[in-house]
Protein backbone atom coordinates (compact mmCIF):
# COMPACT_ATOMS: atom_id res chain seq x y z
CA UNK A 1 0.00 0.00 0.00
CA UNK A 2 1.82 3.29 -0.95
CA UNK A 3 2.18 6.01 1.66
CA UNK A 4 0.66 9.42 0.93
CA UNK A 5 2.10 12.74 0.41
CA UNK A 6 0.10 16.07 0.67
CA UNK A 7 2.04 18.18 -2.01
CA UNK A 8 1.09 21.96 -1.65
CA UNK A 9 0.13 22.71 -5.59
CA UNK A 10 -0.06 25.85 -7.24
CA UNK A 11 0.21 24.38 -10.95
CA UNK A 12 3.37 26.01 -11.91
CA UNK A 13 6.06 24.19 -13.09
CA UNK A 14 7.98 23.52 -10.07
CA UNK A 15 4.95 21.99 -8.17
CA UNK A 16 4.03 20.01 -11.80
CA UNK A 17 7.57 18.49 -11.43
CA UNK A 18 6.64 17.47 -7.68
CA UNK A 19 3.57 15.59 -8.99
CA UNK A 20 5.43 13.29 -11.28
CA UNK A 21 8.68 12.91 -9.00
CA UNK A 22 6.95 11.56 -5.81
CA UNK A 23 4.32 9.31 -7.90
CA UNK A 24 6.85 8.05 -10.12
CA UNK A 25 10.05 8.29 -8.50
CA UNK A 26 9.42 8.12 -4.84
CA UNK A 27 6.43 6.23 -5.22
CA UNK A 28 4.06 8.00 -3.12
CA UNK A 29 0.34 8.44 -3.30
CA UNK A 30 -0.02 12.61 -4.58
CA UNK A 31 -2.95 14.36 -2.42
CA UNK A 32 -2.63 18.33 -4.12
CA UNK A 33 -3.85 21.15 -2.14
CA UNK A 34 -4.03 24.69 -3.29
CA UNK A 35 -5.02 27.08 -0.29
CA UNK A 36 -6.39 30.30 -1.71
CA UNK A 37 -5.83 33.43 0.37
CA UNK A 38 -7.38 35.62 -1.92
CA UNK A 39 -5.66 35.38 -5.31
CA UNK A 40 -7.75 32.91 -7.44
CA UNK A 41 -11.10 33.27 -9.56
CA UNK A 42 -12.53 30.50 -9.94
CA UNK A 43 -11.88 30.03 -13.83
CA UNK A 44 -8.21 29.84 -12.62
CA UNK A 45 -8.96 27.23 -9.37
CA UNK A 46 -10.60 25.13 -11.45
CA UNK A 47 -7.91 25.27 -14.07
CA UNK A 48 -5.02 24.02 -11.41
CA UNK A 49 -7.54 21.62 -9.94
CA UNK A 50 -7.99 19.78 -13.83
CA UNK A 51 -4.34 20.21 -14.31
CA UNK A 52 -3.42 18.16 -11.05
CA UNK A 53 -5.62 15.30 -12.26
CA UNK A 54 -4.23 15.10 -15.63
CA UNK A 55 -0.89 15.24 -13.81
CA UNK A 56 -1.62 12.00 -11.77
CA UNK A 57 -2.42 12.93 -8.32
CA UNK A 58 -4.79 10.77 -6.27
CA UNK A 59 -7.38 13.30 -5.17
CA UNK A 60 -6.88 17.50 -5.60
CA UNK A 61 -8.91 19.91 -3.06
CA UNK A 62 -8.58 23.94 -2.57
CA UNK A 63 -9.10 24.93 0.78
CA UNK A 64 -10.39 28.64 1.76
CA UNK A 65 -8.21 30.56 3.76
CA UNK A 66 -9.69 33.93 2.60
CA UNK A 67 -11.58 34.49 6.03
CA UNK A 68 -9.32 33.31 8.09
CA UNK A 69 -6.44 34.86 6.77
CA UNK A 70 -7.68 38.24 7.09
CA UNK A 71 -9.42 37.59 11.07
CA UNK A 72 -5.63 36.01 12.43
CA UNK A 73 -3.45 38.27 10.39
CA UNK A 74 -4.49 41.16 8.43
CA UNK A 75 -6.51 42.39 10.92
CA UNK A 76 -3.84 43.12 13.25
CA UNK A 77 -1.32 44.38 10.05
CA UNK A 78 -3.73 47.28 9.84
CA UNK A 79 -4.21 47.86 13.38
CA UNK A 80 -0.26 47.47 13.57
CA UNK A 81 -0.02 50.02 10.60
CA UNK A 82 2.56 47.25 9.51
CA UNK A 83 4.85 48.07 6.46
CA UNK A 84 8.06 46.37 6.29
CA UNK A 85 10.95 48.63 6.50
CA UNK A 86 8.54 51.52 6.46
CA UNK A 87 7.71 50.19 2.76
CA UNK A 88 6.45 46.83 1.89
CA UNK A 89 2.51 45.32 3.28
CA UNK A 90 3.73 41.61 3.48
CA UNK A 91 1.44 40.62 0.76
CA UNK A 92 3.28 37.55 0.31
CA UNK A 93 5.33 36.32 3.51
CA UNK A 94 1.96 36.57 5.45
CA UNK A 95 -0.03 34.61 3.34
CA UNK A 96 2.40 31.97 3.49
CA UNK A 97 2.00 30.94 6.92
CA UNK A 98 -1.58 30.37 6.28
CA UNK A 99 -1.20 27.90 2.82
CA UNK A 100 1.26 25.69 5.13
CA UNK A 101 -1.00 25.63 8.15
CA UNK A 102 -3.84 24.62 5.87
CA UNK A 103 -1.71 22.33 4.13
CA UNK A 104 -0.46 20.53 7.48
CA UNK A 105 -3.76 20.32 8.94
CA UNK A 106 -4.77 18.70 5.80
CA UNK A 107 -2.05 16.30 6.42
CA UNK A 108 -3.25 15.34 9.82
CA UNK A 109 -6.95 14.83 8.25
CA UNK A 110 -5.61 12.12 5.87
CA UNK A 111 -2.98 10.71 8.13
CA UNK A 112 -0.32 11.61 5.62
CA UNK A 113 3.05 10.56 6.44
CA UNK A 114 4.57 12.81 3.94
CA UNK A 115 4.15 16.30 3.05
CA UNK A 116 6.29 17.97 0.37
CA UNK A 117 6.20 22.02 -1.52
CA UNK A 118 8.01 22.92 -4.17
CA UNK A 119 10.10 25.69 -3.16
CA UNK A 120 13.98 26.24 -4.49
CA UNK A 121 17.23 26.47 -1.62
CA UNK A 122 17.27 30.31 -2.78
CA UNK A 123 14.29 31.65 -1.25
CA UNK A 124 11.98 32.52 2.09
CA UNK A 125 9.81 30.43 1.45
CA UNK A 126 11.59 27.06 2.28
CA UNK A 127 12.09 28.28 5.61
CA UNK A 128 8.41 29.72 6.00
CA UNK A 129 6.94 26.34 5.03
CA UNK A 130 9.54 24.14 6.78
CA UNK A 131 8.95 25.83 9.88
CA UNK A 132 5.05 25.78 10.24
CA UNK A 133 5.58 22.06 9.19
CA UNK A 134 7.98 21.33 11.94
CA UNK A 135 5.62 23.30 14.50
CA UNK A 136 2.27 21.39 13.45
CA UNK A 137 3.40 18.23 12.03
CA UNK A 138 6.76 17.36 13.82
CA UNK A 139 6.48 13.41 13.25
CA UNK A 140 5.75 13.93 8.91
CA UNK A 141 8.61 13.96 6.93
CA UNK A 142 9.33 16.73 4.93
CA UNK A 143 10.14 16.34 0.70
CA UNK A 144 11.04 19.40 -1.42
CA UNK A 145 12.30 17.86 -4.65
CA UNK A 146 13.69 21.08 -6.30
CA UNK A 147 15.36 22.27 -3.12
CA UNK A 148 16.79 18.65 -2.40
CA UNK A 149 17.37 17.54 -5.84
CA UNK A 150 19.03 21.19 -6.72
CA UNK A 151 17.20 21.33 -10.29
CA UNK A 152 17.66 24.13 -12.98
CA UNK A 153 14.35 24.66 -14.63
CA UNK A 154 15.73 23.36 -17.74
CA UNK A 155 16.16 19.91 -15.95
CA UNK A 156 12.45 20.02 -14.92
CA UNK A 157 11.00 20.49 -18.27
CA UNK A 158 12.95 17.91 -19.67
CA UNK A 159 12.13 15.26 -17.00
CA UNK A 160 8.20 16.36 -17.58
CA UNK A 161 8.80 15.97 -21.63
CA UNK A 162 10.59 12.39 -20.40
CA UNK A 163 7.16 11.61 -18.32
CA UNK A 164 4.87 12.43 -21.24
CA UNK A 165 3.85 15.83 -19.91
CA UNK A 166 4.14 17.95 -22.99
CA UNK A 167 3.48 21.65 -22.71
CA UNK A 168 5.06 25.23 -23.70
CA UNK A 169 6.11 26.61 -20.10
CA UNK A 170 6.99 30.03 -20.98
CA UNK A 171 9.26 31.52 -18.53
CA UNK A 172 7.25 35.04 -17.61
CA UNK A 173 8.98 38.13 -17.85
CA UNK A 174 7.65 38.90 -14.54
CA UNK A 175 6.98 36.70 -11.81
CA UNK A 176 3.36 37.49 -10.17
CA UNK A 177 1.97 36.33 -6.92
CA UNK A 178 -1.19 37.98 -6.30
CA UNK A 179 -3.67 37.41 -2.60
CA UNK A 180 -6.07 39.34 -0.86
CA UNK A 181 -2.92 41.76 0.89
CA UNK A 182 -1.24 42.56 -2.23
CA UNK A 183 0.52 41.72 -5.43
CA UNK A 184 4.17 40.84 -5.82
CA UNK A 185 5.91 41.25 -8.68
CA UNK A 186 9.77 40.06 -9.52
CA UNK A 187 12.00 40.58 -12.72
CA UNK A 188 15.27 41.31 -14.33
CA UNK A 189 14.96 44.80 -13.14
CA UNK A 190 14.70 43.70 -8.91
CA UNK A 191 17.33 41.40 -9.47
CA UNK A 192 19.86 44.64 -9.67
CA UNK A 193 20.21 47.33 -6.99
CA UNK A 194 18.79 50.04 -9.62
CA UNK A 195 16.76 49.00 -11.81
CA UNK A 196 12.72 49.96 -11.59
CA UNK A 197 10.21 48.37 -12.72
CA UNK A 198 8.59 49.33 -16.54
CA UNK A 199 4.58 50.14 -16.18
CA UNK A 200 3.84 47.08 -18.11
CA UNK A 201 5.26 44.50 -15.56
CA UNK A 202 2.38 45.64 -13.38
CA UNK A 203 -0.74 43.58 -13.20
CA UNK A 204 -2.75 46.05 -13.48
CA UNK A 205 -2.28 49.52 -15.73
CA UNK A 206 -3.96 52.95 -15.45
CA UNK A 207 -7.47 53.10 -16.45
CA UNK A 208 -8.61 55.86 -14.15
CA UNK A 209 -7.34 59.39 -14.30
CA UNK A 210 -10.40 61.78 -13.05
CA UNK A 211 -9.56 62.32 -9.45
CA UNK A 212 -11.77 60.62 -6.79
CA UNK A 213 -12.74 61.12 -3.13
CA UNK A 214 -13.51 58.00 -0.87
CA UNK A 215 -14.72 57.74 2.29
CA UNK A 216 -13.19 54.71 4.82
CA UNK A 217 -15.34 53.99 7.67
CA UNK A 218 -13.27 51.97 10.32
CA UNK A 219 -14.85 50.41 13.34
CA UNK A 220 -12.40 49.82 16.20
CA UNK A 221 -9.83 49.66 14.11
CA UNK A 222 -11.51 47.46 11.42
CA UNK A 223 -12.44 48.64 7.48
CA UNK A 224 -16.53 48.38 7.37
CA UNK A 225 -17.63 50.84 4.92
CA UNK A 226 -16.66 52.29 2.03
CA UNK A 227 -18.58 55.14 0.69
CA UNK A 228 -22.07 54.83 1.23
CA UNK A 229 -21.76 50.71 1.20
CA UNK A 230 -21.45 48.79 4.66
CA UNK A 231 -19.07 45.45 5.03
CA UNK A 232 -19.66 42.39 7.82
CA UNK A 233 -17.12 41.17 6.68
CA UNK A 234 -13.74 43.38 6.23
CA UNK A 235 -12.45 41.35 3.44
CA UNK A 236 -14.95 42.02 1.45
CA UNK A 237 -14.25 46.21 1.87
CA UNK A 238 -10.54 45.22 0.96
CA UNK A 239 -11.30 43.45 -2.40
CA UNK A 240 -13.88 46.39 -3.38
CA UNK A 241 -11.68 49.20 -2.35
CA UNK A 242 -8.83 47.07 -4.57
CA UNK A 243 -11.36 47.54 -7.09
CA UNK A 244 -12.08 51.24 -6.82
CA UNK A 245 -8.20 52.03 -6.25
CA UNK A 246 -6.14 49.75 -8.36
CA UNK A 247 -7.32 51.33 -11.54
CA UNK A 248 -5.78 54.73 -10.45
CA UNK A 249 -1.83 52.55 -10.39
CA UNK A 250 -1.31 53.62 -6.94
CA UNK A 251 0.11 51.38 -4.17
CA UNK A 252 3.04 50.80 -6.57
CA UNK A 253 6.96 50.45 -5.55
CA UNK A 254 9.89 48.30 -4.24
CA UNK A 255 10.74 46.68 -1.71
CA UNK A 256 14.35 46.40 -0.05
CA UNK A 257 14.71 44.07 2.74
CA UNK A 258 16.67 41.17 4.60
CA UNK A 259 15.78 37.60 3.48
CA UNK A 260 15.65 34.90 6.31
CA UNK A 261 18.30 32.99 4.52
CA UNK A 262 21.06 36.66 4.98
CA UNK A 263 20.80 38.12 2.00
CA UNK A 264 19.38 41.61 1.02
CA UNK A 265 16.03 41.09 -2.01
CA UNK A 266 14.34 43.76 -4.19
CA UNK A 267 10.54 42.82 -5.04
CA UNK A 268 8.28 44.85 -7.15
CA UNK A 269 4.47 45.31 -5.67
CA UNK A 270 0.94 46.43 -6.54
CA UNK A 271 -1.21 47.12 -3.13
CA UNK A 272 -3.62 49.95 -4.00
CA UNK A 273 -5.87 48.65 -0.76
CA UNK A 274 -3.15 48.17 1.77
CA UNK A 275 -1.53 50.82 1.15
CA UNK A 276 -4.13 53.12 1.53
CA UNK A 277 -5.99 51.69 4.97
CA UNK A 278 -3.18 51.62 6.41
CA UNK A 279 -1.83 55.47 5.61
CA UNK A 280 -5.81 55.89 6.51
CA UNK A 281 -6.03 53.95 9.69
CA UNK A 282 -2.82 55.39 10.95
CA UNK A 283 -4.38 59.26 10.62
CA UNK A 284 -7.06 58.23 12.47
CA UNK A 285 -4.79 56.47 15.18
CA UNK A 286 -3.11 59.42 14.69
CA UNK A 287 -6.15 62.37 15.92
CA UNK A 288 -7.38 59.40 18.38
CA UNK A 289 -4.97 57.58 20.27
CA UNK A 290 -2.04 58.88 22.88
CA UNK A 291 1.42 59.37 22.45
CA UNK A 292 2.48 56.47 24.01
CA UNK A 293 0.11 54.51 22.65
CA UNK A 294 0.91 55.10 19.08
CA UNK A 295 4.52 55.32 20.68
CA UNK A 296 4.61 51.51 21.98
CA UNK A 297 2.43 50.23 19.17
CA UNK A 298 5.04 51.23 16.54
CA UNK A 299 7.53 49.11 18.57
CA UNK A 300 5.79 45.90 19.35
CA UNK A 301 4.18 46.07 15.72
CA UNK A 302 7.50 46.28 14.36
CA UNK A 303 8.20 43.18 16.05
CA UNK A 304 5.39 41.38 14.63
CA UNK A 305 5.81 42.45 11.18
CA UNK A 306 9.44 40.94 11.70
CA UNK A 307 8.66 37.72 13.06
CA UNK A 308 5.55 36.91 10.69
CA UNK A 309 7.86 38.19 7.65
CA UNK A 310 10.80 35.58 9.29
CA UNK A 311 7.89 32.32 9.22
CA UNK A 312 7.40 32.81 12.67
CA UNK A 313 3.80 33.25 13.04
CA UNK A 314 3.04 30.26 15.50
CA UNK A 315 5.64 31.92 17.84
CA UNK A 316 3.45 32.31 21.43
CA UNK A 317 4.57 35.69 21.94
CA UNK A 318 2.35 37.11 18.22
CA UNK A 319 -1.06 35.90 20.19
CA UNK A 320 0.00 38.66 22.96
CA UNK A 321 1.24 41.40 20.41
CA UNK A 322 -1.88 40.93 19.03
CA UNK A 323 -4.18 41.24 22.17
CA UNK A 324 -2.09 44.31 22.98
CA UNK A 325 -2.48 46.08 19.32
CA UNK A 326 -6.47 44.71 19.74
CA UNK A 327 -6.93 46.44 22.93
CA UNK A 328 -5.83 49.82 21.32
CA UNK A 329 -8.32 49.98 19.34
CA UNK A 330 -11.01 50.81 21.17
CA UNK A 331 -11.21 54.34 20.14
CA UNK A 332 -10.49 53.80 16.21
CA UNK A 333 -13.85 54.46 14.43
CA UNK A 334 -14.43 56.84 12.41
CA UNK A 335 -14.58 57.90 8.57
CA UNK A 336 -11.03 59.25 6.76
CA UNK A 337 -11.67 60.97 3.85
CA UNK A 338 -9.10 59.56 1.02
CA UNK A 339 -8.53 61.40 -2.61
CA UNK A 340 -7.71 59.52 -5.42
CA UNK A 341 -5.43 60.76 -8.35
CA UNK A 342 -3.14 59.06 -10.70
CA UNK A 343 -0.06 57.18 -9.67
CA UNK A 344 -0.99 58.74 -6.26
CA UNK A 345 -3.31 59.09 -3.47
CA UNK A 346 -3.44 61.64 -0.43
CA UNK A 347 -5.59 61.55 2.91
CA UNK A 348 -8.04 64.63 3.19
CA UNK A 349 -8.86 64.46 6.75
CA UNK A 350 -11.06 62.36 9.55
CA UNK A 351 -14.14 62.65 11.24
CA UNK A 352 -14.46 60.97 14.73
CA UNK A 353 -16.44 61.00 17.98
CA UNK A 354 -13.35 60.31 19.70
CA UNK A 355 -11.00 63.00 18.41
CA UNK A 356 -8.91 64.41 20.74
CA UNK A 357 -7.89 67.53 18.80
CA UNK A 358 -11.20 68.96 20.06
CA UNK A 359 -11.92 72.57 20.47
CA UNK A 360 -13.10 72.23 24.13
CA UNK A 361 -9.52 72.60 25.14
CA UNK A 362 -8.20 74.87 22.62
CA UNK A 363 -6.55 75.37 19.31
CA UNK A 364 -2.94 75.26 18.38
CA UNK A 365 -0.82 77.63 18.15
CA UNK A 366 -4.37 79.95 18.33
CA UNK A 367 -5.83 79.79 22.08
CA UNK A 368 -6.37 77.39 24.90
CA UNK A 369 -8.56 76.65 27.58
CA UNK A 370 -7.50 74.23 29.98
CA UNK A 371 -4.50 75.78 31.48
CA UNK A 372 -2.89 79.39 31.96
CA UNK A 373 0.39 80.93 30.83
CA UNK A 374 1.81 80.94 34.48
CA UNK A 375 0.77 77.02 34.25
CA UNK A 376 3.12 76.88 31.54
CA UNK A 377 5.82 78.91 32.38
CA UNK A 378 6.37 76.84 35.84
CA UNK A 379 5.76 73.46 33.95
CA UNK A 380 8.77 74.30 31.64
CA UNK A 381 11.14 75.42 34.29
CA UNK A 382 10.07 71.95 35.98
CA UNK A 383 10.67 70.23 32.83
CA UNK A 384 14.62 71.77 31.80
CA UNK A 385 15.16 71.35 35.37
CA UNK A 386 17.61 68.23 35.67
CA UNK A 387 18.96 69.31 31.67
CA UNK A 388 20.03 72.50 33.53
CA UNK A 389 21.37 70.99 36.45
CA UNK A 390 23.79 68.46 33.99
CA UNK A 391 24.55 71.91 32.44
CA UNK A 392 25.88 73.28 35.42
CA UNK A 393 28.11 70.16 36.37
CA UNK A 394 29.35 69.13 33.72
CA UNK A 395 30.67 72.76 33.16
CA UNK A 396 31.79 73.04 36.62
CA UNK A 397 34.16 70.21 36.37
CA UNK A 398 35.74 69.88 33.24
Not at 73 to 80: Q, T
Request: charged share 20%; net charge negative.
Amino acid sequence: MKQKVVLAFSGGLDTSYCVKYLSEEKGLEVHSVLVDTGGFSPEELQQIENKAKSLGVTSHVTVSQVDTYYQQCIKYLVFGNILKNNTYPLSVSAERAFQAMAVAEYAKKIQAKYVAHGSTGAGNDQVRFDIIFRILIPDVQIITPIRDNKLSREQEIEYLKSKGVVQEWHKAAYSINKGLWGTSVGGKETLTSHGYLPESAFPTQLTKEEPQTVDLHFEQGELKGINEQKFENPADAIKKLTEIATPFAVGRDIHVGDTIIGIKGRVGFEAAAPLIIIKAHHTLEKHVLTKWQLYWKEQLANWYGNLLHEGQFLEPVMRNIETFLTDTQKHVTGTVHVQLAPYRFYVLGIESKFDLMSAKFGSYGEMNNAWSGEDVRGFSKILSNQTMIYGKISQDNE
